[in-house]
């Protein structure tokens, strides 16, 4: 007999599969099949856990033997690459022979098995089988509030959403504080992008696969026969494994094992992923020594040219930005900043493209004059020089419908996603949406 209870709170997608009471007697019994075809298929989405009664007896679960099903799962394991959670404690209970052995295991995706707890009530509840409790540690708020880019934040969106969430609170007290803590970083996530930055990601793949070679060249020197390479970075490991790799340096490594390995020299090598931080000695040290390695000279390693793409784009950039601030048109008043984007979610054609010409400050009602080799116009609402800059923040003849639509008196402000709307209706307003 058994139930199935279960309690999800997470901010992240995860599929759960369960099995129950398995037959994995026939070499491919349908059940396995079955597995293997939902994995396989990716009928499952990664990341996932996979629950089970899979009836498979290992001694080192404190089982009285091991059996071929136990074989039929780890062989499943290896060739899905999952890795199993390993229980703590029995969770089945035999009431005839007053015994007890581990049956129900979870599998899960290597990307989620380091935050994975396992853990098991002592209260039958009146089954044969105990309640398994998995818990995913949650990844601080704190790391994930960092990676979010605040210039792009959608403030507008954000003030509703927490008046929307205010009307619930009446006064706020100690308890209620935290509860609103929460409430603001989860909207803020809501309403701001994550910082699209791969500078990071590229440069320590770069050295990893570096290393993984460095590891190859001392076995092509040792005259031993086995060799073991472990790794705590996952996508170096898996993009070895690739059949038709694209990566320059992934391709150079595999004919490196290759060129090292073959029937003449009878060597053999594994390469292992090993979960970093939780404790294993040879990675630990490793990470010291990582950490050490800013004392020592810059090596002259070739890097792929993708590595320096972020910095090249960087460095252009603050130089650009530096000529940028000497700058002294209309288009610096509207972007000073060329690293901010339009962002024009929802707008359609026509407002976009009268917007764009505003920012430049180059409009049909400003400078057709030059085609038409008329005289400069001036504005016939004050008989000023007519100009984008005059009409948004200057003329005083549009002070009310300033105040009306809440135009920002900086030009910058004005374009700012959370105030397009107002610009639109003022412009509609003082009647020269169609004359822009
Ligand atoms: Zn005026």
């Known amino acids: 007999m058994s139930q199935i209870v279960i309690t999800v709170d997470i901010n992240m997608k ?37 629950l089970g009664d899979f009836n498979a007896h290992n001694k080192i679960r ?46 899960t995706t290597p990307t989620l098995f380091e935050d994975i707890e396992w853990d098991a009530e002592h209260d039958l509840h009146g089954s044969d089988h105990y309640p398994i409790i998995i818990s995913i540690r949650n990844k601080p708020t704190n790391s994930d509030l960092k990676r979010l880019n605040y210039n792009k934040t959608d403030w507008s969106s954000f003030t509703f959403m927490i008046e929307e969430q205010m009307k619930n609170f009446d006064t706020i007290d100690d308890e209620s504080r935290n509860r609103w803590i929460e409430i603001i970083s989860k909207v803020i996530k809501q309403t701001t992008p994550v910082i699209q930055n791969k500078k990071d990601s590229l440069s320590i793949f770069t050295a990893e696969i570096i290393a993984i070679q460095m590891a190859i060249k001392f076995i092509s020197k040792s005259n031993s026969k086995n060799f073991m390479i472990f790794s705590d970075s996952l996508s170096t490991v898996t993009a070895l494994k690739q059949y ?45 020594l990582a950490s050490q390695a800013h004392n020592i000279p810059i090596s002259n390693l070739p890097i792929p040219h993708n ?84 009409i948004l923040v200057k003329c ?39 004359r822009i």
């Open 14 to 50: 995860l599929s759960l599969k369960s099995v129950q009471n398995l037959n994995w007697k026939k070499k491919y019994s349908k059940e396995k099949q079955k597995i293997m075809y939902h994995i396989a298929k990716q009928k499952i989405s990664k990341p996932f856990i996979f």
């Open 62 to 107: 404190n089982c009285l033997n091991s059996n071929s099903q136990d074989k039929q799962l780890e062989k499943t394991i290896i060739e899905n690459d999952l890795c199993l959670i390993k229980p703590t404690q029995p969770t089945r209970y035999h009431e005839n022979t007053n015994t007890s052995s581990t049956i129900d295991l979870a599998m």
């Open 244 to 288: 038709r790799p694209q990566h320059n340096l992934i391709i150079q490594t595999q004919n490196r094992i290759h060129d090292n390995l073959n029937d003449n020299n009878g060597k053999k090598m594994t390469l292992i992923w090993i979960p970093s931080h939780i404790g294993i000695q040879g990675n630990e040290e490793v990470d010291q």
């Open 307 to 390: 590595d320096l793409r972020f910095w090249t784009k960087k460095v252009s950039m603050e130089k650009w930005q530096l000529e940028w601030n000497q700058t002294s048109n209309f288009l610096k008043l509207s972007t000073p900043f060329l690293s901010q984007k339009n962002e024009f979610k929802g707008l359609k054609r026509k407002p976009q493209t009268i917007i764009n010409r505003l920012k430049i400050g180059h409009s049909s009602l400003t400078h057709s004059w030059i085609l038409n080799k008329t005289n400069s116009p001036t504005y016939n609402s004050c008989n000023e020089k007519l100009t984008i800059h005059h």
């Open 396 to 434: 005083n003849s549009h002070n009310n419908s300033r105040k009306r639509h809440d135009i920002p008196s900086e030009v910058e402000k004005i374009f700012s996603r959370d105030k397009i709307n107002n610009l639109i209706s003022f412009l509609h307003e003082i009647q020269i949406f169609n």
